[in-house]
């Protein structure tokens, strides 16, 4: 009987253990900890936040608010919805005005310019401080700690490994502080090619490299977009990243848009299905739903930037509006709508929208008002949360609350409401439906603008439109499994960065973005070690956007190291096979010239896309749209009769100065494509002609060597001239006379050429 006794007593002792034994485990990392939940999720956490792990139904949890209790919203087994709900309760106005922010652009190691301003750490620029590449900077522990701030931009960063250790130090910072909300970081397109760079079997780098969205698009194959989303999410995740400024999903309908290259073409199928996919592979984890792989994806921009008036950009306010035409705003519409918002998998839609800078003039049916897209209550209201229901984070673009002191400078661009305060701009955004204010550090102006919507509604409407803003900025968070673990092992993200896998998908992506437009008489492919001459470009000095210069230079126009293991490379053309010429299409400028306003002209002239003098004979007598508080002086923003010339027309000499240098031996052209040209100024000077969209030149060498056929098409139109340029409607696809080279080819959308001639696909068959 005792014996029994005692087994039972041992029986029972050993089941109570059981059922009372905590069902995780925990890990010893070098700078946090890991909590391996059994059949449940895995938590981060940095000893010096000063956090504890709670326990419940013997699992663990993270007290992020410090209170020993377990709150909803630390509750991993509850939906995204549940806990950012419970959240957004506990949150002071302060706190979420902090959320509502989206950083300025942030380097790791912060640099510093003339144009983002000084960059101290303990109060002294980085290189006196003796501060690590991977520490915080002062502003940003201000922003971060001062302003509530969880929303981060990053550009450059030193290497993955410092950018993961940031990472980590950020959120260790922030994990420690109110309510443990982490931090979302965020980036723009990073996986640009670099074309020096060389690929080999084992080839890693910094990050993999792609060709640009519009190259992407050129292979007119979704499921290559798809596979970008994939890899580019993973190592997005690896470098600390959790939101994808992108895709750029404007319809690229005006062929003279500066942003033209960022886009997936001209055509509403093509883009819509480059568009889901692209943000399919972004935000899909390991089984197709969200989790701690996901990215989210902010496309933009709402309702489409595509249709700038004569092609100037809304970056400045000679670009502020956007035109109509053609009274076509559903096909800038269809990539959001039929596209980004129409998932096949569980994740349903883009995470987040951010609307463009530009005024969509004459598009508010409802109030008749013609202010920037992010302020017009009807486009954000109206038109996408309630005729489209979406209800994911709406973010302005960058920097548009700020005052603008002319139309000329890149400053802030608050289009339509440049006589309202920024606190008041800062309100009327709310109002309009918007969630977010990117580029904005500071928490102040939010916080005025909320006591304005107190006074004009009640304490109780702005406590409740605050929290509806921030239940959607923290369903990001949760969904991407950041409250369980923002932490990143260093040595992981270095393995996974740039590896050999992606590389290598990267690059057959390249190869699959070069469009074969003209092979007279089989020019290509070349055999392997014929000589070549390669012309070296002239480059004339520029200015860019941030008013930084450039001097003149002279150059080749490709890695002549890369060259010369393909072929015989000679400096007298007399002694070459053939020529290969580089050079990149017309910059024929940016529409606004402040000369011209000098000289009593209204400021505005011709963008083209010919090399040679263009005159604009047969531009519109008055624009479309007009006005702003910054030029009160124009009412008519035509260019009728002005000139201009291409800044690099050397490039149209260098094709027919090669041409005559060589006589009857080919000459092959390869044009680095940034948006449509005009091509009878070079081609009949050319034996063949590839166009690309930002690859390595050895993906080029591979092709004209014949290692690889070309099988790309042209996402958008060549024009035939300047003068169907004029008359094409800038709200309108694909409404240009095509180019018809001396084979008979014409330019068009969907064409592309192989070594058997003219491609007449599947693809073709689809989207032609």
Not at 178 to 194: K, Y
Not at 511 to 536: C, G, H, I, R, W
């Amino acid at each position: 009987m005792l014996k029994h006794c005692l087994n039972y007593g041992i029986l029972l002792s050993t089941v109570l253990f059981i059922s009372c034994s905590p069902k995780y485990t925990e890990e010893v990392k070098e700078d946090f900890n890991l909590v391996h939940n059994e059949n449940g999720k895995t938590l981060g956490y940095s000893p010096d936040s000063e956090i504890s792990i709670l326990t419940a139904d013997r699992l663990a949890f993270k007290d992020l608010n410090k209170n020993g209790t377990l709150d909803p919203y630390e509750d991993w087994r509850l939906t995204p919805e549940e806990r950012a709900t419970d959240l957004a309760s506990k949150m002071s106005v302060e706190q979420i005005a902090g959320l509502m922010l989206y950083s300025a652009h942030q380097s790791i190691p912060g640099g510093g310019n003339s144009f983002f301003g000084p960059v101290t750490y303990n109060g002294k620029p980085y290189v006196e401080s003796g501060a690590k590449p991977s520490d915080l900077s002062d502003a940003q522990k201000k922003f971060l700690e001062e302003d509530n701030l969880r929303h981060v931009l990053i550009t450059s960063v030193e290497s993955p490994a410092i950018s993961a250790q940031w990472n980590n130090n950020a959120q260790a910072m922030v994990e420690g502080i109110g309510l443990g909300i982490p931090i979302n970081t965020s980036s723009d397109p990073r996986h640009g090619s670099d074309s020096y760079a060389e690929f080999n079997a084992g080839a890693g780098g910094q990050i993999s490299m792609w060709p640009s969205t519009l190259g992407l698009a050129a292979s007119f194959d979704p499921s290559l977009m798809q596979q970008f989303g994939e890899i580019a999410s993973k190592e997005y995740r690896a470098l600390g990243i959790a939101t994808a400024l992108s895709p750029q999903i404007d319809l690229a309908t005006e062929p003279r848009w500066s942003r033209f290259d960022g886009t997936m073409g001209e055509d509403p199928k093509l883009a819509a299905d480059m568009a889901k996919s692209y943000v399919e592979g972004f935000q899909a984890s390991e089984d197709g739903d969200w989790g701690n792989q996901s990215v989210n994806a902010m496309v933009k921009h709402w309702p489409g930037g595509g249709p700038e008036e004569g092609g100037r950009d809304g970056h400045f306010g000679y670009g502020a509006y956007a035109v109509y035409p053609g009274k076509n705003l559903e096909d800038h519409l269809k990539p959001f709508t039929e596209g980004a918002f129409d998932l096949d998998g569980p994740t349903k839609m883009a995470a987040a929208v951010m609307p463009y800078y530009t005024i969509s003039y004459n598009q508010d049916t409802e109030n008749d008002e013609n202010v920037g897209n992010a302020y017009n209550k009807y486009l954000i209201t109206d038109l996408l949360r309630g005729k489209y229901g979406y209800d994911g984070v709406v973010c302005t673009d960058w920097g548009i609350t700020r005052d603008a002191p002319n139309v000329y400078e890149f400053r802030g661009k608050p289009w339509g409401v440049e006589n309202l305060s920024v606190a008041e701009r800062h309100y009327k955004i709310i109002e309009a439906g918007c969630d977010q204010f990117g580029g904005n550090n500071e928490m102040g102006p939010v916080i005025e603008a909320y006591n304005m919507g107190v006074e004009e509604h009640g304490e109780e409407y702005m406590r409740a439109r605050f929290e509806t803003s921030a239940v959607r900025l923290l369903k990001n968070i949760f969904r991407t499994g950041l409250f369980e673990n923002p932490y990143l092992d260093v040595a992981e993200t270095e393995k996974i960065v740039g590896n050999s896998e992606f590389m290598e998908a990267g690059y057959n992506a390249q190869l699959k973005s070069v469009v074969m437009l003209k092979n007279k008489a089989k020019t290509l492919p070349l055999e392997a070690k014929k000589k070549v001459y390669v012309p070296q470009r002239y480059v004339a000095p520029a200015v860019n956007w941030f008013g930084v210069a450039t001097p003149e230079r002279t150059e080749h126009p490709f890695n002549m190291e890369v060259v010369n293991k393909y072929f015989e490379i000679v400096d007298n053309p007399d002694n070459a096979d053939f020529a290969l010429v580089g050079i990149e299409n017309p910059n024929g400028g940016v529409g606004y010239d402040i000369a011209d306003k000098e000289k009593g002209g209204n400021g505005y002239v011709p963008i083209s896309l010919q090399y040679g003098t263009y005159t604009a004979a047969n531009a519109r007598e008055v624009s479309l749209a007009a006005g702003s508080p910054l030029e009160e002086d124009v009412s008519n923003r035509s260019y009728k009769g002005k000139t201009t010339t291409a800044s690099n027309i050397s490039d149209m000499a260098l094709v027919t100065d090669t041409k005559r240098k060589m006589g009857d031996k080919p000459v092959v052209v390869i044009v680095r494509i940034a948006k449509p040209m005009v091509f009878a100024e070079i081609e009949p000077a050319a034996d063949a002609i590839l166009v690309q969209m930002g690859v390595q030149d050895q993906a080029l060498m591979d092709i004209i060597s014949g290692k690889v056929e070309p099988s790309a098409l042209l996402p958008f139109q060549m024009p035939n001239d300047m003068m169907t340029v004029e008359d094409q409607f800038e709200d309108v696809p694909r409404d240009m006379e095509p180019y018809t080279d001396s084979d008979g080819n014409a330019y068009d959308f969907a064409f592309g050429l192989d070594w058997k001639g003219v491609i007449d696909d599947t693809r073709v068959e689809e989207y032609k």
